[in-house]
């Protein structure tokens, strides 16, 4: 099978960067379209983008030329991933979409529109059908597709088993996020070094909407939200990546820590039964020790590096009936972010949809 | 007045360091015998102590002679600070006190005996009542008064005023505490560099339990216990002094954020009242920028540096009905330990119980 | 004595905020204008500065409003102290001399220039001569003295003891640098977490070039450059504040690290003799530990914290014939900055330049 | 061919674990007996080692019975790896020398022995000459060969080109070391946080003084030092793994960066010629950024990752007469320890020597 060209909008930054690194040797994808802003277009990639991450460049991206975030620049290709910041998704995702463009898009600027799926495969696969009612509603041969913030998703990813064997009444979440969730230069050196910073922008609203979409029912290209209850509080400390959660939860009925676990570790879902290239064999680990999960090691968990989340201090909790606290941590950048959407792409070709 | 002479036990550690500190230049106490473990003993403080603190070690200390944790180092005082650990202080504290002592304890050995006082002195003053039946019941002429555990303090000093004029159901807190609070070689660099460890021994049981005892009702010579319900997750993350909590309230009456704000800002208790010279003009003080507290300036905040905590995104929660969420920031070595010890023996001073 | 009305060029600023902190209760001077950008011309500086330093914003300069940086906005002092970049110094500076007012600047833009004073005032008091031929040269009635860059500055305090005892043919330096040293925004914290830069723009060139002028000989209005041979490397580590550099040293006569110890200690110079108020009594604090000086307590070294620099390791060099190396850790943004500009202004006052 | 199987003493701490690592999939040698202390002796090396790297434990080792550090415990091996400490090493090695065993050390135990080889394959491979003396002289039928510290191993591989092509007279070398160097708990985090510690103990003494003997000409069974003359100042800084080094050299001939950067990309020496295993392509990158090498990424320089080193900033010197200087870094615990050693023992087995 020849492999189908896929363009990254935004290549250059840290999510970017990620795509790169999430497509690179991708048995199904290959990037061939690679745009950014004016000042680096027409620069090879070698030389526009500052490679911030391990292991180094690939060398088959190092002589693609970086061209503006426009239609034009990526006409060579039917699906583009779509890194951009929010405020230039909004005017460019819609282009491409018009213009016959799959967009599989970390951006949030489309995430909480009714007719855009907003995907984690392994929760609601069947939340793409949305696609077809935005085509039609829109005039759009191509279309937009869209992954949760980084923080929502760690987090869903942790609860759902629990969500379909037992549901969830309430949850109160508080986080630890990584430097690299902000960007590369969205923290400053001197603001976070000995310190924390008890706040991130817009990002506890995210955490407690996109869930209600996410774990919406999809019926008759329609969404109906979730009646689960997230209250979420968002710090920022002094990790490079990784994302760690202290959740608390209320579930509908008493269950044991030894089930909660249990039901985290042997949850699978579509992308698993599909064998999808990038899908985690275990999307949920759980460690037993006292002290875990830990972002350090957690940031490359499971055997697709990145893309599995780890929990563990699982334990009732003293306040809720039928209370389960734990921690969880993920990668933000790569199960959070570009490796998320990869995923959505996955799912679409297997699905037949690309 | 000339001062009283204090000793302090456990004197050349981090906690013993904080109290030599806090003791120094202190209008009321002097510090006059200091003890440590054998190795020290015999030694000069100056000699025996490698000072960690800013600013540097008092003048007045250094040349006092530290000895051996026992009766007979402290026969010269009648008042002693103990930065004894538990396993030790379980042993030497009754003896102390059976000699005549009173222990101003940061120990958890004896916090939760019926009959020892565990004290925040802006929240049960009255509790010190239980130092009579601890005398009469143990047969000693001194007694221990103990402070609670630093998490524990920061926590309950922000919820004082709350339990006081609207009242708490249930209580949920995630902390991200420093790494000083585990003690000088606590926390290894290798464990927490680019990481957190979401795990800190007995800290969880002792966050949940310490504030029912604090906030309990004393009544002839007992203390019940009250009924809120608390639920903490511990992690420790790579700051170095101050700790910060996250916090989830279900309160008793809808309470805007603006009246949650006020009650913090405008609390006052006996401390302030009765002039105590370490006690913080305002034990909260309430920031209303977006992103505060934060520890790398909580950690001194107040006029009596380090003995207030800070509260800040005071807001609804979505989740509990009459629900409210904030963070607190405080210092876990100064208002969470020895200032604790400090200022619980300026009460009893100033209460004639010296 | 009334005090001294001073402005302050840059006040918002990392530099501008540590001379207001060094200028706060000042016996001699009294900030009273402060300007800044556009942005912030007009507001209070309590509004207008985000405050970054420990203690808290002094209370006396919270009402004073921000003004552009022209010279109508300190018509109303004679001395205004420079916290500017170097860019917009280039061009102000100067305007501000030609209307009459002292320039006391920490911007590297006229450092180098053959008729402006580069002082260290222990090192070099006699260049404030240079200051007579500046006006008459440019006409001016006022008048621009600098000082050196901070790594400049705390290298050269602890040669120059050196420099007059046994005089110094040649010097290695390699550098550790406080994120400081870079401004606010200067180091992402993406870059620096878990990691060193071994580059400081400009940063060799000054280390190397400065001391030359600052240790030449004045005589008839010039400066004769010293012949001693620097070579410097420099690296930014995560540290938030002091500079520590690496020292090798080749002297001209065989000395022990013992003397080299002994003539360390006891340096004093012209500020010590005058007393000047922000003079340290001991210009060079020298540790015997064998683990010392590191930066987390040098930077507050000395009766006015951080106005000394902390030397230890002193020993033999196996390379050099009379070689001596050590470490050497100071405060750059007070000593190596903000404090250093005050100094100068002090030497002046107190010579009856003012 | 099948595997050799190999011995790993002291499996359980930092170099024992990246032996492991580099052992695992190696393709002449097989992980097949691990020894530790008393209290990991009898448990599965799966249970007794707290795994501290990245990637996880390798699957083949955990089934493995750690044993206690004796010649009874690795008597199915003829081979082993010691990763000791060098109280422990001087013990044991000679015992297991003594047995018929090949100890290939990172132990500084025997380093300096006049018979014993000191050992960089790409610089000194002639001196594994010296194990026949060392056998003959002891009477031994195996025998001891060592690698040097990291800090050594680091800048003698940047220095030895030019050392060959020009000559080196003098060398003074300050070094920012990782935390791993000094085992998992050796360095606090309270120590090290917003720090750094200008000291480190015996590693400068190493530094200078290794080199003499790896340098050296090996004739008729002795090696004639070198005469090169070394300074070295070392400090640690909040580094994870890699060593960063700033070097100031004096060439015998006048050589330009340009020349310097070239003898040092060009740089292949026995272990590539032989194409060991783990000998990275490169032993040296060059890199041309103005801002590095930086540890983060060095730590997984070369296509063996952290086999190789980096260097960076090459530039002329001012002060030495043919004077050079730059920055290098690499990984210290793969290249210079565990990875050491390991390339050692498949020197020899490339020189039919095991």
Redesign the interface.
């Given at each position: 099978m020849s492999k189908i060209p896929v363009g990254i909008l935004g290549a250059t930054g840290m999510v970017g960067q990620r795509f790169i690194q999430s497509l690179s040797d991708h048995p199904w994808f290959e990037p061939k379209a690679l745009t950014a802003s004016e000042e680096s277009a027409g620069k090879m990639y070698g030389e526009a983008a500052k490679w911030?991450l391990?292991?180094s460049m690939p060398d088959d991206v190092k002589d693609i030329e970086v061209r503006t975030t426009d239609v034009e620049s990526v006409e060579n290709v039917d699906i583009v991933f779509s890194a951009l910041p929010s405020s230039i998704a909004e005017d460019v995702e819609p282009k491409m979409a018009e213009a016959g463009k799959i967009v599989a898009s970390n951006a949030s600027s489309y995430r909480m529109e009714d007719d855009v799926p907003l995907m984690i495969p392994e929760i609601n696969p069947e939340h793409l059908n949305l696609l077809r009612h935005q085509r039609n509603e829109r005039g759009w041969d191509g279309g937009i597709i869209t992954n949760p913030n980084c923080t929502t998703i760690i987090l869903l990813l942790a609860l759902k088993p629990l969500v379909d064997e037992v549901g969830i009444e309430?949850?109160?979440v508080?986080t630890?996020q990584a430097?690299?969730g902000a960007g590369?230069?969205?923290?400053?050196?001197?603001?976070?070094?000995?310190?924390?910073?008890?706040?991130i922008s817009k990002e506890e609203w995210k955490t407690?909407n996109e869930p209600l979409k996410i774990l919406g029912k999809y019926e008759d290209g329609e969404v109906t939200k979730s009646q689960i209850?997230?209250?979420a509080?968002c710090?920022r400390?002094?990790?490079?990546d990784g994302h760690?959660e202290?959740v608390?939860l209320e579930l509908e009925e008493d269950t044991s820590p030894t089930e909660v676990k249990r039901m985290m570790s042997e949850f699978k879902a579509v992308p698993q039964e599909l064998e999808l290239p990038t899908a985690p064999d275990q999307p949920i680990i759980v460690r037993e020790e006292?002290?875990?999960?830990?972002?350090?090691?957690a940031r490359?968990a499971g055997d697709v590096?990145g893309m599995s989340v780890v929990v563990?201090?699982v334990r009732e909790?003293?306040?809720?009936e039928n209370?389960i606290?734990f921690?969880v941590?993920g990668n933000n950048a790569i199960r959070g972010a570009a490796g998320a959407s990869v995923l959505n792409a996955e799912l679409m070709k297997a699905k037949d949809m690309l």
């Open positions: 911030h391990y292991p309430r949850v109160f508080s630890m430097l690299s590369y230069g969205g923290v400053k050196s001197m603001e976070i070094q000995d310190n924390l910073i008890p706040y407690e209850a997230i209250s509080s710090s400390i002094a990790v490079l760690t202290s608390f006292p002290d875990r999960p830990q972002p350090r090691d490359h590096p563990g201090r909790d003293p306040v809720f209370g606290r921690f941590s």
